[in-house]
Every structure is written in structure tokens, then in C-alpha cells.
């Protein structure tokens, strides 16, 4: 069963505190990335990872860390979160990279608010 | 400054009714274009991907177009369905980036009524 597992779904922080959202995917895809989605914006790229501990920026990753130390899970942290930093993020992998016509597959997103 | 636009923002139609979504994009180059169905509070969820210069697919009730040369694609839904309720989202694939890197359009809300 395909399938990329987002958790946790809603999170509410403080602004200051850490935040850690957790992905992982049972396809073995290579890919993996990070997008965060507001109202009226497209989804905007945060973070791709090629392959373990291979990853880079996409268009906004100030504030922003990853992790990848396994193949199947990717994580996304948050290091004193912001208030401007309340979005939907979403995690998506793919069997390699995006741009060509394989298909991302999307996990349902966390909802974090940061008060 | 926004490279894909969708068009209309919103919409409502009866069940049963046709419908049709426009994109228009301005990335360059463009090497596919994928359509997605979004269904409130869940993830994206691909319904079809043209590629060709002037390209045209079919899946079900779902049929789309791209014209590549006026960079602009349509996605036709016929006989909507109340599950039909969602955000489509076009997304438009460059090539030559070393990213790969996608575009996506921030979507037009569809809410079918009984």
C-alpha cells in the first residue's frame, strides 16, 4: 500500500519553541520533500532530500532544518518557531526527482498554528 | 511574482453539470503539467499529466488539454459528482533545472451542490 504518513496532524506551539514534524513513506522512493501551503499561495518548497543525509534548499527555507538519516522518514524542524510559520505543511516523496513526469505522492499535511 | 495562474478562484455548480478549470503559466521551459485533486484537509492526489506540445487525456469523467505554445491547459469534469467537491491545483514541471523543480498554482476551489 502506497503511502507517505504525516505526524502529527495538528500541532499547536508558542512562538519561541521547537517543532519537529515527522514524514515517512513505505515506497522506497529516493525523493522526499517539504512544502508548506497558505491561503491563496501555491504550495511553496521548503526542503528536497535526494537520498540519506543528501538534502537542499528549495525557495523558502530560512527557518527551516531537516533530517534525513533513513531513506523511508524525513523530518522537518522547526528551531524557535515564528508566528509567520502557522501554515499547512505538507511531505511528498517521489521515485526520483520531480520534473519529470513520475508523480509526487503527497502525505495529508500537518496543520500548525504558532501562538 | 507567480508563475501559474488558475482560473476561476471558485466555483459552484449543480450536480450533474459540467465544468471547466483553466491554467495559465508562465514557466519556461515547461516539460509537463500535472493536474491534482485536493479534498479539504487532505493531501494532493495526482488525476493526470500532459506532455506533448498540444496534448490531450482522459481519465473518467476527467479530461484535460495543453497548449503548450499559448502555455495554457484546461481541465474539463463532466457530470459532476458531490465528491467532486475539492481544490484542483495545476502544477507545471520545468526541465534543465537541476532541482526539477514545480510550480504550482494555488488552486481553484470547486463546490458541487446537490
Known amino acids: 500500500d502506497m503511502k507517505v504518513t504525516q505526524m502529527p496532524r495538528y500541532l499547536i506551539k508558542r512562538m519561541g519553541e521547537n517543532v519537529l514534524l515527522e514524514c515517512g513513506q513505505d515506497?522506497?522512493?529516493?525523493?522526499m520533500y517539504w512544502y508548506r501551503q497558505d491561503p491563496g499561495l501555491g504550495l511553496q518548497l521548503i526542503y528536497i532530500?535526494?537520498?540519506?543525509?543528501?538534502?537542499s534548499e528549495g525557495d523558502i527555507p530560512k527557518g527551516y532544518r531537516v533530517s534525513r538519516k533513513k531513506r523511508e522518514h524525513f523530518s522537518l524542524i522547526l528551531d524557535s518557531a515564528k508566528t509567520n510559520q502557522t501554515s499547512v505543511y505538507f511531505c511528498?516523496?517521489?521515485?526520483?526527482?520531480?520534473?519529470?513526469?513520475?508523480?509526487?505522492?503527497f502525505g495529508a499535511g500537518t496543520r500548525l498554528s504558532v501562538l | 511574482k507567480t508563475q501559474v495562474e488558475q482560473s476561476p478562484q471558485s466555483l459552484v455548480v449543480r450536480q450533474g453539470e459540467n465544468c471547466v478549470l483553466q491554467?495559465?503559466?508562465?514557466?519556461?521551459?515547461?516539460?509537463?503539467l500535472r493536474w491534482f485533486k485536493q479534498d479539504t484537509g487532505k493531501g494532493l492526489v495526482s488525476l493526470t499529466v500532459?506532455?506533448?506540445?498540444?496534448d490531450k487525456t482522459s481519465n473518467g469523467r476527467y479530461s484535460a488539454t495543453l497548449d503548450k505554445d499559448a502555455k495554457h491547459s484546461t481541465l474539463h469534469i463532466t457530470a459532476t459528482l458531490l465528491d467532486d467537491t475539492a481544490t484542483y491545483i495545476c502544477?507545471?514541471?520545468?526541465?534543465?533545472?537541476?532541482?526539477?523543480?514545480?510550480?504550482f498554482g494555488a488552486g481553484t476551489q470547486l463546490i458541487v451542490i446537490p
Open positions: 502544477v507545471v514541471g520545468d526541465r534543465g533545472s537541476a532541482l526539477g523543480r514545480l510550480h
Open positions: 511528498a516523496s517521489s521515485p526520483r526527482l520531480g520534473g519529470d513526469q513520475n508523480t509526487l505522492y
Open positions: 500532459l506532455v506533448d506540445q498540444k
Open positions: 491554467c495559465n503559466y508562465s514557466v519556461t521551459p515547461d516539460n509537463h
Open positions: 532530500s535526494y537520498d540519506v543525509d543528501s538534502n
Open positions: 515506497m522506497s522512493h529516493e525523493t
